[in-house]
């Protein structure tokens, strides 16, 4: 199987700070990588699919970034709305694993 | 717009048997394959089950291979997953999710979940 690993587990970022989250995967996945955003009980949102494509109606201060082993997901300026837990998920190869998620919380 | 809603979410025990559904709509449900997510609440998110538009092709977790069927009916628009033998760490709000269609399989809508529970 398909290990993802996600830094930081969480950080503490202020309205329009720039934030950078990294995933990982134990080997190439090539560009087959997608983010999520998950707020306080609600379901997964997609944002980004196959690394860097921004997913219809998802703002574009949202980015992605990366190949093979390593990938960034980029908020450009944190609004109040973005605070939430941030997923990556690789759909290379059965089964599509997840990352631990990354926790965005108020400074 | 797109609505997947799931049900069947229970208190089970052990070792019991059960039937997740999920109705589909707002999109045209046989051109897409589908799966089934679950989550711990309060924890990470894992992939179980996946089928093919057609049916034809399923997957599988290894944590549930053998015990779970993924199904469904196309002239419904549901989904299903059969649950059987089941463990204390099946207990997770499960997901249906549709797939995009696009770049590998990926969840580009989801459905609200539905709460399984499994404790003597």
């Known amino acids: 199987d398909i290990q993802m690993t996600q830094s930081p587990s969480s950080l503490s970022a202020s309205v329009g700070d720039r934030v950078t989250i990294t995933c990982r995967a134990s080997?190439?996945?090539?560009?087959?990588l997608n983010w999520y955003q998950q707020r306080p009980g609600k379901a997964p949102k997609l944002l980004i699919y196959a690394a860097s494509s921004l997913q219809s109606g998802v703002p574009s201060r949202f980015s992605g970034s990366g190949s093979g082993t390593d990938f960034t997901l980029t908020i450009s300026s944190l609004q109040p709305e973005d605070f939430a837990t941030y997923f990556c998920q690789q759909s290379y190869s059965t089964p599509f694993t997840f990352g631990p998620g990354t926790k965005v919380d108020i400074k | 717009e797109v609505q997947l809603v799931e049900s069947g979410g229970v208190v089970i025990q052990p070792g019991g048997s059960l039937r997740l559904s999920c109705a589909a709509s707002?999109?045209?449900?046989?051109?897409?394959?589908m799966h089934w997510v679950r989550q711990v609440p309060g924890k990470g998110l894992e992939w179980v089950s996946l089928i093919s538009w057609d049916g034809s092709r399923t997957y599988y977790a290894d944590s549930v291979e053998g015990r779970f069927t993924i199904s469904r009916d196309n002239s419904k628009n549901s989904l299903y997953l059969q649950m059987n033998s089941l463990k204390t760490e099946d207990g997770a709000l499960y997901y249906c999710?549709?797939?995009?269609?696009?770049?590998?399989?990926?969840?580009?809508?989801w459905g609200q979940g539905t709460l399984v529970t499994v404790s003597s």
């Open positions: 080997q190439s996945i090539t560009i087959y």
């Open positions: 999710a549709k797939d995009k269609g696009s770049t590998g399989w990926l969840f580009d809508y």
């Open positions: 707002g999109f045209t449900f046989v051109d897409y394959s």
